[in-house]
């Protein structure tokens, strides 16, 4: 599975981005993907995921802000964020896992997106 990721940029706080992940090579809806982001000096940390079957699982931080949704007609993947906060500044990838499950470690993850950067301030 290739992943190719988009959409990041500047956005100010309470603003909002839009995030998407086309794969090629395999169908998205045979795969549990994911979004992980990873800001300077911290680990990569899991955001939101969609399993097999479209369940969804999301980080606390981004409960109610943020949604992770699926096209299968364009096989790609993704990530609705409102209200952005500064703290949401991070470079974010997608990821995609033969797993049944969404996992919120990297490690399950084989496949992923080169990175797109989400900077957000005033």
């Known amino acids: 599975v290739q992943l190719q990721a988009s959409g990041g940029g500047l956005a100010q706080p309470g603003g909002s981005l839009r995030l998407s992940c086309e794969a090629s090579?395999?169908?998205?809806?045979?795969?549990?993907v994911a979004w992980f982001r990873q800001a300077p000096g911290k680990e990569r940390e899991f955001v939101a995921g969609?399993?097999?079957?479209?369940?969804?699982n999301y980080a606390d931080s981004v409960k109610g802000r943020f949604t992770i949704s699926r096209d299968n007609a364009k096989n790609t993947v993704y990530l609705q964020m409102n209200t952005l906060k500064p703290e949401d500044t991070a470079v974010y990838y997608c990821?995609?896992?033969?797993?049944?499950?969404?996992?919120?470690?990297?490690?399950?993850?084989?496949?992923w997106g080169q990175g797109t950067q989400v900077t957000v301030s005033s």
């Open positions: 090579g395999r169908t998205l809806s045979t795969v549990s």
């Open positions: 990821a995609a896992s033969s797993n049944f499950w969404v996992s919120i470690t990297p490690g399950p993850y084989a496949y």
């Open positions: 969609m399993a097999w079957g479209g369940g969804t």
